[in-house]
């Protein structure tokens, strides 16, 4: 079993930066390769970004490559994902998802998922 808890949404002007965070409970954490996503209202979820169990491998939706950044801390159980120059569509609730089995595009491959936490970009 898989616990994962999101914060560090908020309400942040056009240009702006957030660090998401997502703690995860679980002895499996440090094996599992980790994603987020993001769901705007009335959208699909949508693919952000992803990484691997170690860290060395990393996956990034076009519309955010090179301005967010996943990361993770195995010590500390949590994946983080740094967002820059931020745009108002990037609103939407975000959610941290441990990786199951399949591609790390798609949300089927998650097997455990977070709560959310809304982020909001004003222009």
């Known amino acids: 079993q898989v616990q994962l808890v999101e914060s560090g949404g908020g309400l942040v002007q056009a240009g702006g930066s957030l660090r998401l965070s997502c703690a995860a409970s679980g002895r499996t954490f440090s094996s599992s390769a980790m994603g987020w996503f993001r769901q705007a209202p009335g959208k699909e979820p949508e693919f952000v970004a992803a990484?691997?169990?170690?860290?060395?491998?990393?996956y990034y939706a076009d519309s955010v490559k090179g301005r967010f950044t996943i990361s993770r801390d195995n010590a500390k159980n949590t994946v983080y994902l740094q967002m820059n120059s931020l745009k108002p569509e990037d609103t939407a609730v975000y959610s941290c998802?441990?990786?199951?089995?399949?591609?790390?595009?798609?949300?089927?491959?998650?097997?455990?998922w977070g709560q959310g936490t809304q982020v909001t970009v004003s222009s």
């Open positions: 998802a441990a990786h199951y089995s399949g591609s790390y595009y798609y949300p089927s491959a998650y097997g455990y």
């Open positions: 990484i691997r169990g170690s860290g060395g491998s990393t």
